[in-house]
T-cell receptor, first 113, second 113 residues
Framework: NAGVMQNPRHLVRRRGQEARLRCSPM?????VYWYRQLPEEGLKFMVY????????ESGMPKERFSAEFPKEGPSILRIQQVVRGDSAAYFC???????????FGPGTRLLVL | AQSVTQPDIHITVSEGASLELRCNYS??????LFWYVQSPGQGLQLLLK??????LVQGIKGFEAEFKRSQSSFNLRKPSVHWSDAAEYFC???????????FGSGTRLLVRP
């Protein structure tokens, strides 16, 4: 069984460009979570989505960041006009329901030059 | 508000020695508790979890953790450390009716040959 898949694993962007991070949940999982890990810190919750719905985006910056989980295809975390402070590892997790154990993907490491 | 404290940023042990990683949480009721391990450049792997019942929880790779309500602690232990255990360890808490994981800042384990 495939686990949570994320791509790309590494992404380099220049300031002002857009970053798109993709997450495919485990088979049978319809709940997706995005977390951000800044250097030398733990993970911080960003957003929780179910298919076609954003349930909680309280941890996501109000500007430049957006997330979606369409009916078909992976979940996408989009960062517009990236700045150096966006450099971090972005992890996606999935679960069967909203209160089950979350399983994490390998992460996307974003570097903004 | 919920919070998790991992007081040790780094711990170094000799291979074959015992290990205990500390985790203290702040939460009004009994939370759901987790330990995850992150190898360099990798995602997070679930080691074990506590929801209710027996306060001594067994996990993968020979790890165990004990929930102590009186001390608000959920310390991770292993009787004999292997060189492959070198990694970063994260304790996380979640309210029983929530989905949001709150992570500690992590403890980096180094293993001496």
């Amino acid at each position: 069984n495939a686990g949570v898949m994320q791509n790309p694993r590494h992404l380099v962007r220049r300031r002002g460009q857009e970053a798109r991070l993709r997450c495919s949940p485990m088979k049978g999982h319809s709940h997706v979570y995005w977390y951000r890990q800044l250097p030398e810190e733990g993970l911080k919750f960003m957003v929780y989505l179910q298919k076609e719905n954003i349930i909680d985006e309280s941890g996501m910056p109000k500007e430049r960041f957006s997330a979606e989980f369409p009916k078909e295809g992976p979940s996408i975390l989009r960062i517009q006009q990236v700045v150096r402070g966006d450099s971090a590892a972005y992890f996606c997790a999935s679960s069967q329901t909203g209160q089950e154990t979350q399983y994490f993907g390998p992460g996307t490491r974003l570097l903004v030059l | 508000a919920q919070s998790v404290t991992q007081p040790d940023i780094h711990i170094t042990v000799s291979e074959g020695a015992s290990l205990e990683l500390r985790c203290n949480y702040s939460y009004g009721a009994t939370p759901y508790l987790f330990w995850y391990v992150q190898s360099p450049g990798q995602g997070l792997q679930l080691l074990l979890k506590y929801f209710s019942g027996d306060t001594l929880v067994q996990g993968i790779k020979g790890f165990e953790a004990e929930f102590k309500r009186s001390q608000s602690s959920f310390n991770l232990r292993k009787p004999s450390v292997h060189w492959s255990d070198a990694a970063e360890y994260f304790c996380a808490v979640r309210a029983s009716r929530s989905y949001k994981l709150i992570f500690g800042s992590g403890t980096r384990l180094l293993v001496r040959p």
